[in-house]
């Protein structure tokens, strides 16, 4: 390897890194990159041998005080060599002074805390086929562009951090890969999920609810658009309700992560949150 380097990445970029990601088994979106690169056009990296890519990271920066880490992948034949590890120190120089975040699988979590990221919960990944068709809850109804504004002012209530121009593109209702419902109630927001097609799954996230009986009622919603198809939802351990949700509809665990933070972890109400938005941006 002669022409070795670090460089920021396009958004055409990021459509090799989620094929990596499909390979890895984390089943990403089929239109994931449009919105991760909204989120923070400055914040994916991948390390290149010419042309040639060798590791790649995202290191999104949310506001002035928090980043989360992601999209973390090395090429499987050139694993242990260092490589990875250049990219991930670019990446946390380029957080320098924020709290960082990330959603840490279990081979790396020991590396994660030897580089200060201290473990808060984990997040589980359940997967099952939807045997259900629809809801008959009239409180719920499919986004449209008039409803953006105000799914934007609830969600700040599950991730403190602004996020607008993620969520603008994350919610777009013309999107072909994804339905985004709504739940309100004398004219409030109280809770809205949103399935998109993944590589291998549908997935759900994020799932907010005021309550589980709203919860519910939401998810019966998003996975009655995919009947008869697998669905996949990454849940926070920390709420009871969102697994026994999860087990309700004979969703079984598959896959973990651990939620890990380096600096002053942000507070989330967990009770409230049913699915995480992603894994690879939080």
Known sequence: MQNLRIKQLDKRDLGTILKWAANE???????????????????????????????????VKYGKDFGFVGLY???????????????????????????????GVIEQQDNYARSGFETAYRHIRYAGISAVTSTDDKRIKRIDESTLPSLIEYDHKFFPPQRTS?????????????????????GAVKGYGTIRTGHDAYRVGPLFADDERIADSLFQALIGTVHGKEVHLDLPEPNAHALSLAEQYQMEPVFETARMYKGTAPTFPLGNIYGVTTLELG
């Open 73 to 103: 992948i090395c090429d499987p034949e050139l694993r242990g060599k260092g490589y990875g590890k250049l990219v991930w120190d670019h990446c946390i120089k380029s957080l320098h002074g924020r709290t960082m975040g990330l959603d």
């Open 25 to 59: 088994g984390w089943n990403p979106g089929s239109d994931d990159a449009e919105a991760f690169y909204s989120a923070d056009t400055s914040g994916f990296f991948g390390y290149f041998d010419g042309d040639r890519p060798i590791s790649f990271i995202s290191g």
């Open 166 to 186: 993620f969520l603008t593109k994350w919610l777009d209702p013309a999107s072909q890969h994804r339905s985004t419902f709504c739940y309100t109630e004398d």
